[in-house]
């Protein structure tokens, strides 16, 4: 069982101070960020040092962690340009420090050693002895390489101490590398996937074809669509040419197992996500969690609810990834890389207000929407309601009868009550595919 008999803490990815303000209210125990630099998501929103230090303190305020990624694989010029920013970091005191090198460790350990540190999935933790290694250095906490099965973790469970603790991802996106030690954008653009700049190459599109020279073939070869001529050799297998790319892992349907396991801290992945798929993955858990914890049926009798909610969102076709199998065994590869949408993220409300007897919530518009449209209001405690959208009206206050441009603000009229933080969002028919996550 887990090791302290206590529900395990729910971590949730924040690309930004809004969406971490969501995380914050929909459930989340803590939540991880990164800085505008030394973190794994360069292309993220991310934070910036005024921004950090209001995150910390409004997450704090409610009760919440904060985990800051300090996770790159630092080359020699990265190592002294961490030290001022580590020296930032001890004086504004996140809950712990995310870092996956050892030269990073030995200078935030030294730096601002008031602050815990966690080891990244970066660091590829898949033995009990590595997770005893970095317990003897002074790590507080050791992320679980994705290749490990639930039988793994609950062996390593009984080789470490008690005080050191386990967290592993819950759902969300997959990389194909081991534990995301990815050459893969380096080899085609430059970009060091391990210095945070991934363009995420295994989610493209590749043909495979034979070239033959007369009767003779020379070969299997893969094409990245958008260039041509650029031949990989390749063996092929009936997988499709969608070589690289991964179903999402969700384990919503057997978190009792993860616990069973001694699993401390449940991960979800996604800080390059919006707050719609952060709200829906969010009170998801929280309410799994909260159903497991009243005991009885409350959580098997869930299990439906649960299904819908987390498909609220964008999403690829789900996998229980190695947890109850083997690298090897197929549990990660698909033959596509197009997301499912059953829900369009329409706004984070801002604010509700009384204009003229009416009610009004006002959002940051981020897709297009138009009056006549039936919206929904998603609420932290999971009780959604849907209206017909009757009026919107722009910054100045004039109504507009669609609103296409993303990022406006603007008012719109709603029926029922509504507060901050409640999600605006369209739901879709017929669950579309789409490349996109907003």
């Known amino acids: 069982?887990?090791?302290?008999?206590?529900?395990?803490?729910?971590?949730?990815?924040?690309?930004?101070?809004?969406?971490?303000?969501?995380?914050?209210?929909?459930?989340?125990?803590?939540?991880?960020?990164?800085?505008?630099?030394?973190?794994?998501?360069?292309?993220?929103?991310?934070?910036?040092?005024?921004?950090?230090?209001?995150?910390?303190?409004?997450?704090?305020?409610?009760?919440?962690?904060?985990?800051?990624?300090?996770?790159?694989?630092?080359?020699?010029?990265?190592?002294?340009?961490?030290?001022?920013?580590?020296?930032?970091?001890?004086?504004?005191?996140?809950?712990?420090?995310?870092?996956?090198?050892?030269?990073?460790?030995?200078?935030?350990?030294?730096?601002?050693?008031?602050?815990?540190?966690?080891?990244?999935?970066?660091?590829?933790?898949?033995?009990?002895?590595?997770?005893?290694?970095?317990?003897?250095?002074?790590?507080?906490?050791?992320?679980?390489?994705?290749?490990?099965?639930?039988?793994?973790?609950?062996?390593?469970?009984?080789?470490?101490?008690?005080?050191?603790?386990?967290?592993?991802?819950?759902?969300?996106?997959?990389?194909?590398?081991?534990?995301?030690?990815?050459?893969?954008?380096?080899?085609?653009?430059?970009?060091?996937?391990?210095?945070?700049?991934?363009?995420?190459?295994?989610?493209?599109?590749?043909?495979?074809?034979?070239?033959?020279?007369?009767?003779?073939?020379?070969g299997l070869w893969i094409e990245e669509e958008t260039r041509p001529g650029e031949r990989i050799p390749v063996y092929e297998n009936e997988r499709g040419t969608f070589l690289f790319n991964s179903k999402d892992l969700c384990m919503i349907e057997h978190i009792p197992d993860m616990i069973e396991a001694g699993i401390d801290s449940l991960k979800i992945e996604g800080r390059m996500k919006n707050a719609l798929y952060v709200a829906a993955c969010t009170r998801t858990y929280r309410r799994a969690l909260d159903d497991i914890a009243r005991g009885g049926q409350c959580y098997e009798d869930g299990m439906d609810w649960y299904r819908r909610q987390i498909r609220d969102c964008t999403f690829r076709p789900f996998t229980t990834g190695f947890f109850y199998r083997k690298p090897g065994a197929d549990a990660q590869i698909y033959d596509s890389n197009t997301y499912e949408k059953t829900c369009t993220y329409l706004g984070c409300v801002q604010a509700v207000r009384e204009i003229g007897g009416k009610r009004y919530i006002e959002i940051i518009q981020k897709n297009k929407f138009s009056e006549g449209e039936t919206a929904e209001l998603m609420h932290p405690d999971g009780e959604d309601g849907s209206f017909v959208i009757r009026e919107i009206l722009d910054e100045e206050g004039n109504r507009v009868r669609s609103a296409p441009h993303p990022q406006q603000r603007l008012l719109v009229r709603i029926e029922g009550g509504a507060e901050r933080f409640d999600i605006l969002r369209r739901r879709e028919e017929q669950g579309n595919a789409d490349s996109s996550q907003d």
Not at 33 to 43: D, Q
Not at 101 to 115: H, K
């Open 1 to 218: 069982m887990h090791k302290s008999g206590a529900l395990p803490e729910l971590l949730i990815p924040a690309s930004g101070l809004e969406t971490l303000k969501v995380a914050v209210h929909y459930g989340a125990d803590a939540v991880y960020i990164g800085g505008e630099a030394f973190s794994l998501r360069a292309k993220a929103q991310n934070f910036t040092e005024e921004e950090m230090e209001q995150a910390i303190l409004y997450a704090h305020e409610h009760g919440v962690k904060v985990y800051v990624t300090v996770n790159i694989l630092a080359h020699n010029q990265d190592l002294e340009e961490a030290d001022p920013y580590l020296r930032f970091l001890g004086r504004i005191r996140p809950d712990a420090l995310l870092v996956a090198d050892p030269g990073i460790f030995v200078r935030a350990r030294r730096i601002c050693p008031q602050v815990p540190v966690h080891i990244s999935t970066q660091a590829n933790n898949v033995n009990y002895e590595t997770f005893r290694f970095w317990h003897d250095l002074g790590a507080e906490r050791v992320v679980c390489g994705r290749e490990l099965s639930l039988g793994e973790i609950r062996q390593i469970r009984e080789h470490i101490p008690d005080s050191l603790e386990i967290e592993a991802f819950v759902h969300g996106a997959m990389c194909i590398s081991y534990s995301g030690r990815c050459l893969l954008s380096n080899y085609f653009t430059g970009r060091d996937a391990n210095r945070g700049a991934c363009t995420h190459p295994c989610r493209w599109q590749y043909r495979v074809f034979e070239e033959t020279q007369g009767e003779e073939s020379s």
